[in-house]
């Protein structure tokens, strides 16, 4: 799972209540500095296990670039609800989520269709795929961060079905004891060198128990049989980019590469990231958002 630096919002964000067609959901809405003039609005879906906490330490940069950058917590991610039926989770009620989503910030800022950028990672990635599909005029551009073109590497896929099985039969909080226990040391900030601090480890385990189970099993069916739809997305009119670490355990940077080709998208690789640039890197990451923004205003 990601690891975001800190649950605590920068100045710039406001963590609130989006109120759609299809529900309410929790976001942080990041708006540009006084004085910045508006470039746009992103919408960003996070992955497997994630949330709206996984962007945060992108929010500073993009917004003093004058982007205002909403990162959501999907239907049953930690704090927006979801029920208890898997069924809920299908993919295409996700990306109609996704829509909604964007209906509303649309409604907020009176701003017509294709005015919005559209960003996934991983899991998220796959979700705003299918929202283009479903909608292909609704977007200014999409960007795939360490999303892949169809299911999940093979061992990955044993991860997340061993995943989906013990929370199908133990509680959340013994999952969590049991993956702690499997992890190996958490990593160095890169740039002080220390570990991961006891609040930090406190909040990715809050954030782990509000998670609705049916998410997780739903989601990780989804991630383990994804069928290629490239072809599909190549078609459709957004401009593409496909955005990853130099490594990725889950859909390896080579078919990544692929995917761009196919996409005719613009390629970003961060060095020295790995499936979560948007952590691991996050000033790269940021700055080669923005660059490829700039190029695709509405």
């Given amino acids: 799972m990601s690891r975001p630096p800190t649950f605590v919002p920068p100045p710039c964000a406001t963590a609130r209540t989006l109120r759609t067609a299809r529900g309410d959901f929790a976001v942080l809405d990041a708006v540009p500095p006084r ?40 239907r049953g991610q930690y704090e927006t609800a979801g029920p208890d039926d898997e069924s809920a989770y299908a993919q295409e ?28 990672h991983s899991l998220g990635g ?5 929202a283009v599909l479903l909608a292909p005029g609704t977007f200014s551009s999409l960007t ?14 044993t991860r997340a079905t061993m995943l989906a099985d013990a929370v199908g039969v133990l509680s959340m ?13 958490p990593p160095q900030d890169a740039d002080t060198g220390a570990e991961d601090s006891a609040d930090d480890s406190e909040a990715l385990r809050a954030r782990w128990l509000r998670h609705n189970p049916a998410q997780l099993i739903a989601t990780a069916r989804q991630l383990c049989t994804e069928q290629d739809r490239v072809d599909e997305l190549a078609a459709t009119p957004p401009p593409k980019h496909v955005l990853s670490g130099e490594r990725d355990d889950t859909w390896p940077v ?4 692929d995917m761009a080709h196919r996409l005719r998208a613009h390629r970003s690789v961060i060095a020295g990231a790995e499936h979560s640039p948007n952590t691991d890197r996050p000033a790269q990451t940021a700055a080669a ?6 190029r695709h205003r509405a």
């Fill in 144 to 157: 795939l961060m360490s999303s892949g073109p169809a299911a999940i590497t093979p061992t990955q896929q």
């Fill in 173 to 185: 909080d013994e999952v969590w004891q049991a993956m702690r226990a499997m992890e190996p040391p």
């Fill in 35 to 74: 004085g910045v003039p508006v470039a746009g609005t992103v919408l960003m879906l996070p992955g497997f296990t994630g949330s709206k906490e996984d962007f945060i330490a992108l929010l500073e940069p993009i917004a003093a670039a004058g982007y205002r950058a909403v990162t959501v917590d999907g």
């Fill in 289 to 294: 958002l923005i660059a490829f923004w700039d």
């Fill in 126 to 130: 796959q979700v705003a795929r299918a």
């Fill in 93 to 120: 009620e996700l990306a109609r989520d996704a829509l909604a989503q964007a209906a509303a910030l649309g409604d907020e800022t009176s701003a017509g269709p294709g005015a919005l950028a559209l960003l996934g």
């Fill in 254 to 257: 080579p078919l990544l590469d």
